[in-house]
């Protein structure tokens, strides 16, 4: 039997949304054509639209659906000459050309001096935006959102945030939040993948679509909508429960407590910070990562070494080096995440597996 602890990367497909994914599995016709098929999956769309909209408290017409987060984070900047980011953000945020990096503390915290302190010397703000991920895909850590848009606000310089491993582990209310864009994914909350959206306070923000051709999604995300995988997100969306967020915090705190019991010498990464109730990332001096992921997956566990999207570099950890974490740390981590098919006897098979590798890998 399996156990898999990578939710941050994608959790499995939710049974219901199999299901409603079969009922329509049949359906055919483009969106865009008036016609009776046309019509009946254009409703599925809409129907979607609404349940996403519900779970997160967004206006409806406000959500662009695109093919995933990647594209969202490149929707809501793509349009900026000035983008101003933290040192941990996803690589699609990253990798974006005119950033302006804001750096964070030890705790995994961005700094909201320096942020203050950039946003008060910029020349022009007609075109600049402020992007912050809502929680840390590798160490969990939630960032200060309000503090965040309330300085924004002050600047005249609107926010962006990339919420992908907050949505369903922590109560989101979009509208309450008072933020101008938020990008969503399907295939972390239980849905297919091939969705994602961004989610806006208004269409007046400046958007630049990455992708032209046809009107589709108010022609801000040309090309035929992926019908099957948009309906899945919002059956996903629509069933997600909340209210299971503080089933995962026991769940992560019983990983967590147990390892310290069994005096392995592991480090827990952030472990005083506000962290996502599913996720923790440890450091265990004895053994490299990728050896340790390794012996972990022939025991049947499956865990990340870090982000997903830089799983195939034997590189350190770029969120930890930023977090002031020496190069040894950094590229000896693994990260935990749990979802609701997970179970409080894992922790305890866990740390015996554990034990019996770190016990081998001593006498080699």
């Known amino acids: 039997m399996r156990h898999y602890l990578d939710y941050n990367a994608s959790a499995p497909m939710n049974k219901h949304v199999k299901n409603y994914i079969k009922e329509i599995i049949d359906f055919y016709g483009n969106p865009s054509s008036i016609h009776t098929k046309g019509r009946r999956i254009k409703n599925i769309l809409e129907l979607a639209r609404q349940r996403i909209a519900l779970f997160i408290n967004c206006v409806p017409k406000n959500i662009v659906f695109t093919s995933g ?43 909201l001096d320096m942020l203050e302190n950039i946003l008060q010397s910029l020349k022009s703000k007609d ?29 005249n310089v609107p926010f962006h945030t990339d919420s ?30 091939g969705a994602g959206a961004l989610i806006v306070a208004s269409k007046k923000q400046i958007l630049k679509p990455v992708l032209l051709g046809g009107e589709q999604e108010d022609s801000l995300r040309s090309g ?11 059956q996903a969306a629509e069933i997600l429960e909340v209210n299971k967020i503080e089933k995962l915090k026991v769940l992560r705190n019983s990983f967590e407590n147990k390892l310290k019991k069994a005096n392995l010498g592991i480090k827990i ?18 053994i490299k990562a990728e050896d340790l992921l390794i ?4 025991e049947g566990f499956d865990v990340s070494t870090g982000s997903a999207c830089s799983s195939g570099k034997a590189e350190p950890s770029i969120v930890l080096k930023n977090m002031g974490f020496s190069k040894q740390i950094a590229s000896g981590v693994i990260r935990i995440s749990l979802g609701l098919y997970n179970n409080i006897d894992e922790a305890d098979k866990f740390v015996y597996v554990l034990k019996k590798i770190l016990k081998r890998f001593e006498n080699i």
């Open 127 to 155: 075109k600049a935006i402020v992007s912050v991920m809502f929680a840390n895909n590798e160490t969990g850590i939630i960032q200060p959102i309000e503090k965040i848009r309330e300085i924004s606000l002050k600047h």
């Open 295 to 298: 012996a972990l997956d022939l």
């Open 69 to 111: 987060a990647t594209e969202a984070n490149n929707l809501a900047l793509n349009g900026y000459k000035k983008k101003i980011i933290s040192s941990v953000e996803h690589e699609s945020i990253i990798k974006q050309k005119n950033t302006i990096t804001v750096k964070v503390t030890k705790e995994g915290y961005i700094d």
């Open 269 to 286: 990464i952030g472990e005083k910070s506000k962290r996502l109730p599913n996720t923790f990332m440890m450091y265990t001096p004895k």
């Open 224 to 234: 035929t909508e992926p019908f099957l995988a948009i309906a899945g997100f919002g």
């Open 164 to 193: 992908v491993q907050a949505i369903g582990r922590l109560n989101i209310d979009f509208l309450k939040l008072g933020i101008d864009m938020m990008t969503v994914s399907s295939h972390k909350i239980g849905g297919p993948s």
